[in-house]
């Protein structure tokens, strides 16, 4: 087989195919990626472009020459939306719109009234120079703090496509070519042949995108429990351990509200479990809306128990925000169809300095509650501060 300009044609068209079908199978097991949508259909269109070019000699050229760009165009413009999908970015639709009707419309001038393929190569080079520019920034702009990696290597990928169809700008166009791109020359050649190389390496760093984002989201609903979507009792108590860790080294104080939702039993026989889910629902949410330090760490601790850990705060202020969780609570009872239902909460609340530690803080604030609920429920009882150990 000899490598020339047609074979290396086939044999892309035949790499973007298997590729499409590729993501397609994998899109029937991840159904619940929309980025992977998007590329999956960018990646089929693609193929279907690469078709025209397989086609030249069977084809007229001229109509062949537009759909080929016009579908390569509108796949560009489904990958850009992946990304930013992918990025849960929102790009307004008029943008790559434009991008693709300008470069269509480029393209149409130079094929039909004025035929010059070295310009209408040109015009094709540049449009891919802004695409994948553009995918390149948004990866490396908006990149999860949790996902930099994958991102910064699709962005590099990216980047180096940039860089070939930047290069081709230059290159000269084969004379004697007329409107044939199979006679454009080695340089020509050369870049397209650089172009499937890096379309095999773009397939794999979406690949990793979708990997590294599944493995976040996997950890992430290790640590979050999911009826509230709050932290887990293992999660919030590991990383609690974490801010003890550098509190120690700071001297500062900890405090720890345990929260138990008040004749939560009551609720359940009376509304139903359904009701009892949406009360704790309403509690996370209205917690939630209490916190006021991103230090703050909350979480489910078990059942219709919640705590809540105040990194470097003290009595007062930890006495402060059991208050405001009190009166959050009053007013903004749980909806349940179209009834309402008054949700109150006994705190336990301890308090430790210095090198205190978390499973004595734990203690203190459930005797503590204990005590509360006791008392008549619906207050914060504060036990006795938890020695050094």
């Known amino acids: 087989m000899t490598l020339d300009f047609p074979t290396v044609a086939v044999l892309g068209y035949l790499l973007c195919l298997g590729i499409a079908l590729g993501f397609s199978l994998l899109l029937l097991v991840l159904r619940g990626q929309p980025a992977l949508r998007l590329w999956t259909a960018s990646l089929w269109l693609l193929a279907l472009s690469l078709t025209s070019v397989a086609l030249r000699a069977q084809l007229p050229v001229v109509p062949l020459v537009i759909f080929g760009n016009a579908v390569l165009a509108l796949s560009a413009v489904l990958m850009l939306y992946g990304v930013a999908r992918h990025l849960e970015r929102r790009l307004p639709p008029w943008q790559p719109a434009l991008l693709a009707g300008v470069y269509v419309a480029g393209i149409v001038v130079f094929v039909v009234p004025f035929p010059n393929l070295a310009i209408r190569l040109n015009v094709a080079s540049l449009f891919a120079v802004l695409v994948n520019g553009w995918m390149a920034w948004l990866l490396v702009r908006h990149a999860p703090p949790a996902q930099r990696t994958s991102c910064r290597l699709a962005a590099a990928i990216f980047a180096a496509e940039a860089g070939v169809y930047l290069v081709r700008l230059w290159l000269p166009v084969a004379p004697g070519a007329g409107q044939d791109i199979f006679r454009a020359g080695a340089p020509m050649f050369a870049t397209y042949l650089a172009g499937i190389f890096l379309e095999l390496a773009r397939c794999f760093a979406l690949v990793l995108l979708l990997v590294e984002r599944m493995l976040v989201d996997l950890r992430r609903a290790a640590r979050t429990d999911g009826l509230t979507g709050l932290l887990n009792r293992s999660a919030v108590l590991a990383d609690g351990q974490a801010h003890l860790q550098h509190g120690l080294r700071a001297q500062q104080p900890m405090a720890l509200l345990l929260l138990d939702v008040d004749h939560f039993k ?25 916190m006021s330090s991103p230090q ?20 007062a202020r930890a006495v402060e925000l059991a208050a405001t969780i009190h009166a959050q609570l009053r007013r903004h009872p749980a909806q349940v169809g179209t009834a309402q239902v008054q949700v109150t909460t006994s705190i336990g609340l301890a308090v430790g300095s210095g090198q205190h530690d978390l499973a004595a803080l734990l203690a203190a604030a459930d005797a503590a509650l204990y005590q509360a609920k006791a008392d008549g429920r619906d207050r914060t009882v504060s036990a006795a501060p938890v020695a050094a150990t």
């Open 266 to 290: 009551q609720i359940n026989d009376r509304w139903g479990h359904q009701c009892g889910d949406r009360v704790l629902q309403q509690v996370a949410q209205v917690l939630v809306s209490c």
């Open 296 to 315: 703050h760490l909350l979480g489910r601790y078990g059942g219709e128990e919640f705590v809540v850990l105040l990194p470097g705060a003290g009595h």
